[in-house]
C-alpha cells in the first residue's frame, strides 16, 4: 500500500492529527492504522477524560483553553460528547493554598475564572465533609492535612472519551480518510533522503528518511509517517535511534456506585449539574469524579514515587492498592464512603514526559512525532492535531480554534520553549 500520510494510532492524538491533516490536505490519501478493534480503545479509553484551563503554564493554558472551546463546538454541532462543566476543586489547607498562592494570582490575572472557598462554606455545601482531624489517630498516623480553604477552577469538567474519538473518527471518514483497525505497526522503514540504491542504505553519510511502516500485513509506504501511539511510540521510534522523551506509567481508576453516595449528587452551588467537582483532596493527589449522567464515582490517585516506570501491554488495576492505599484517605475526608467497594476498575498508563510534562510534536525527513502528553492528551487534544498540521505544512505558527496562536517549534524536542507548570498540588 502507498499513501501520503500514514498515521499510526487511532487513540485521541493519533485520530485528532488525521482529521487536520487530511482538512489541509483533502486531496492527499491519509491512512490510519490501528492493531486494536476500534478507536480510542488503548489508554484513551481508560482515561479519567477530564479537562481544565487552570495553568500557570501559557503553554498548558492555550493547548487545553483551545481544545475546550472546539469540544463546545462539537457539541454545537451535534456530536454528543457529554460534555459537562462541572468543574476542578483543589481541597487545601492553609499551609498548602498559601504555597500556591502566586500562581492563583498569576492565573487569575490571565483569565482563568476561580472561586475561592473557606472552610465553613465547604461544611456547609458537601455534605459530611471532615476538614480537620484534631485527636484522630488514625488520622495522624495517614499525615491527614486539614482542609481550609478550596479552590474552584470553572471552566474545567469532563467528557466521555469514546464519544470525542467517534467524533474525530467520523468527521475524518467524512472528509475521505481511510482507518485500518487490527492492523499492527511493527518497525519504522528507514531509507535515505537521496537514495541511491546502494544496499544497506541509509549509510552514515547519507540524511536518514523513514518511507513507511511494517505491518503485520504488509509494508505500508508513506510520503510522511506521523507516530501517534502513545505509551507504545518507543517500540516504533527507539529501534531507529529517535528518542521520544517518553516514560509510561501505570494509572488506575476504580469506580464505586452505592446509594451512599447520592450526597455528592445533589450538591447546590458548585455548577449547574449539581454534583461533586472533579475533587482533589489535600493528600497524596487523591481525585474523585462524580460521572454526571451515570452517577458513579471514578476515584484514582497520582502515585509517582512507588510506581515504576513501566511499559505494560495489558496493565491490570489492583484491588488491594484501593483498600489499603486509597480507601484510608478517602473514608477519612469523605465519610460517606465507609465501606463502599468497586463496582468496576481499570488500568491504563500515562505517557509521561518526565522533563517538563509537556506535549511534544517533533519531525525528521519522513516523520512527525506527537505523543508524550503525560496524561493531558484529551484536554489539549485538538490543539495538538493542529499543531501537528501545521508541522506536516511546513508553518512555523499554528492557528487554534479559539483563534489564538502556538508557535510549533515550542513542543519540538531540540528547539522547545516551554515553561514549567507552578500549579502542581
Excluded at 133 to 140: K, V, Y
Excluded at 364 to 379: K, N, R
Excluded at 403 to 412: E, K, P, Q
Amino acid at each position: 500500500m502507498r499513501c501520503d500520510i500514514l498515521v499510526v494510532g487511532a487513540g485521541i492524538l493519533g485520530l485528532s492529527s488525521a482529521y487536520h491533516l487530511k482538512a489541509e490536505n483533502p486531496r492527499k490519501r491519509v491512512v490510519v492504522i490501528e492493531r486494536l478493534r476500534g478507536p480510542g480503545e488503548g489508554n484513551t479509553a481508560k482515561s479519567e477524560a477530564v479537562f481544565r484551563n487552570a495553568f500557570t503554564s501559557e503553554t498548558n493554558r492555550v493547548l487545553a483553553s483551545s481544545s475546550i472551546e472546539f469540544f463546545k463546538h462539537l457539541e454545537r454541532e451535534g456530536y454528543n460528547l457529554r460534555l459537562a462543566f462541572t468543574g476542578y476543586l483543589w481541597l487545601l489547607s492553609q499551609e498548602q493554598f498559601e504555597g500556591v498562592g502566586d500562581a492563583i494570582r498569576d492565573m487569575q490575572r490571565e483569565g482563568v475564572r476561580l472561586t475561592i472557598y473557606q472552610r465553613e462554606e465547604l461544611e456547609r455545601m458537601i455534605p459530611r465533609l471532615a476538614t480537620s482531624f484534631e485527636g484522630d489517630e488514625e488520622a495522624e498516623l495517614l499525615g491527614l492535612p486539614p482542609i481550609d480553604v478550596g479552590l474552584l477552577a470553572h471552566n474545567c469538567g469532563c467528557l466521555r472519551a469514546e464519544a470525542l474519538t467517534k467524533a474525530y473518527e467520523s468527521m475524518f471518514l467524512k472528509l475521505g480518510g481511510e482507518i485500518h483497525y487490527r492492523v499492527e505497526a511493527k518497525r519504522l522503514i528507514l531509507g535515505a533522503v537521496d537514495e541511491l540504491g546502494l544496499p544497506g542504505e541509509p549509510h552514515v553519510w547519507q540524511e536518514p528518511r523513514v518511507r513507511g511502516v511494517e505491518t503485520d500485513r504488509g509494508v505500508i509506504e508513506a510520503e510522511t509517517t506521523v507516530v501517534a501511539a502513545g505509551v507504545w511510540a518507543g517500540r516504533l521510534l527507539e529501534p531507529i535511534g529517535f528518542d521520544p522523551c517518553m516514560r509510561p506509567k501505570k494509572r488506575q481508576i476504580f469506580v464505586l456506585s452505592d446509594e451512599r453516595l447520592s450526597v455528592l449528587f445533589d450538591i447546590e452551588g458548585f455548577n449547574r449539574h449539581r454534583v461533586l467537582p472533579f475533587t482533589i483532596l489535600p493528600k497524596c493527589s487523591l481525585y474523585l469524579k462524580a460521572e454526571p449522567y451515570e452517577k458513579s464515582v471514578w476515584v484514582g490517585c497520582s502515585d509517582e514515587i512507588g510506581r515504576a516506570f513501566e511499559l505494560e501491554d495489558d496493565p491490570q488495576p489492583e484491588l488491594e492498592y484501593y483498600k489499603d492505599d486509597i480507601y484510608p484517605i478517602l473514608m477519612k475526608y469523605l465519610p460517606c464512603f465507609r465501606d463502599v467497594r468497586p463496582v468496576n476498575m481499570w488500568a491504563g498508563q500515562y505517557a509521561v514526559n518526565s522533563f517538563d510534562g509537556h506535549p511534544i510534536v517533533e519531525s525528521i525527513p519522513g516523520l512527525i512525532y506527537v505523543g508524550a502528553a503525560s496524561g493531558s492528551g484529551i484536554m489539549k487534544s485538538d490543539a495538538l492535531g493542529r499543531i501537528v498540521a501545521a508541522l506536516y505544512a511546513g508553518r512555523e505558527w499554528a492557528e487554534l480554534f479559539d483563534g489564538s496562536r502556538f508557535r510549533v517549534s515550542d513542543l519540538s524536542i531540540y528547539r522547545r520553549r516551554t515553561e514549567r507548570e507552578r500549579f502542581v498540588i
